[in-house]
């Protein structure tokens, strides 16, 4: 068997790659299904939990918020500490 | 099929009014799905290797769509973009799952007998599509994805960078290391044939 090119591989995938046609069946059956009271049910379905969720979510970032306050707090203290104490040196030099 | 340039424009706003009459009236959908059915089963087809578990995802595909369809904006992304990244992750999700060990199947090449082709000639034919098949299957998901879509699609660099998140250049240049790593696969395995 001799060896094959770059370019036979190029041709052998164009030929081995082409669009393909679902079964009738099957397209028809998707069809029924997107149409069909079924889409529907599974739109209320889907749509809970998301809405569950943003509903939550401005409570999470709020709680997040607030408990970051007494550290936020804290750091404030000790920068200005650090910050005067450096003022007193200053003035004492 | 869609080709870029102007008619890919053309086509990306014709499918935002087609999105929002759906988003109106649910039935509307049927048009987008009518449209796409062909392009999101061919691309799943390739990637999983049967008709069944291309049936079932592509379904999943639309259904999905169906749903989130209120997610979708016309930021320039086309809706077959948009449906092709969803079967893209639909199809990852089905490879992750452990028990999706299967073999890949011979149906692909049912529709490769040439005509005017010896007997012999279709055996060696068959042998090498298989051959084609195995290489491509060993190929990395992103290398196997930028093939399917360039060649089973018929998709340009820019409409590929569209469904990947690459530029044309990027899409470009992946269509070239694949196809060159696909040849070095093929050819390995010739080798181990001889």
């Known amino acids: ?93 | 099929m869609e080709k870029g340039g102007d008619g890919g424009r053309e086509l990306c706003h014709e499918d935002g009014a087609l999105v929002q009459q759906a988003r109106e009236k649910r039935e509307a959908f049927e048009a987008l799905y009518t449209k796409y059915l062909r392009k999101v089963y061919t691309y799943v087809y390739y990637r999983v290797g049967n008709a069944e578990d291309a049936e079932d995802i592509t379904e999943s595909v639309f259904l999905h769509a169906l749903v989130h369809l209120d997610r979708y904006q016309d930021r320039g992304v086309p809706f077959s973009a948009w449906l092709l990244r969803i079967a893209h992750n639909l199809v990852a999700n089905w490879h992750r799952s452990a028990s999706r060990k299967r073999p890949v199947s011979l149906e692909a090449a049912e529709g490769l007998h040439d005509q005017g082709l010896s007997p012999e000639e279709a055996v060696e034919r068959a042998e090498e599509i298989r051959r084609l098949r195995e290489a491509l299957a060993s190929l990395p998901e992103e290398r196997q994805q930028v093939l399917i879509l360039r060649y089973a699609e018929g998709m340009r660099h820019r409409e590929i960078g569209q469904v990947m998140g690459k530029s044309a250049g990027a899409v470009k240049v992946l269509v070239h290391r694949s196809l060159v790593s696909l040849h070095r696969r093929l050819s390995e395995k010739e080798e181990e044939k001889r």
Do not use: W
């Open chain 1, 1 to 93: 068997m001799r060896k094959r090119g770059y370019r036979h591989t190029v041709r052998l995938l164009k030929s081995y790659l082409h669009p393909v046609d679902p079964d009738p069946a099957f397209s028809r059956r998707l069809e029924d299904l997107c149409q069909g009271l079924g889409a529907d049910d599974l739109l209320v379905a889907e749509s809970e939990p998301a809405g569950y969720f943003s509903g939550r979510r401005g409570m999470i970032i709020g709680g997040a918020v607030f408990s970051a306050l007494p550290f936020l707090g804290v750091a404030a203290y000790a920068i200005n500490k650090h910050l005067a104490r450096r003022r007193a040196v200053a003035l004492g030099v």
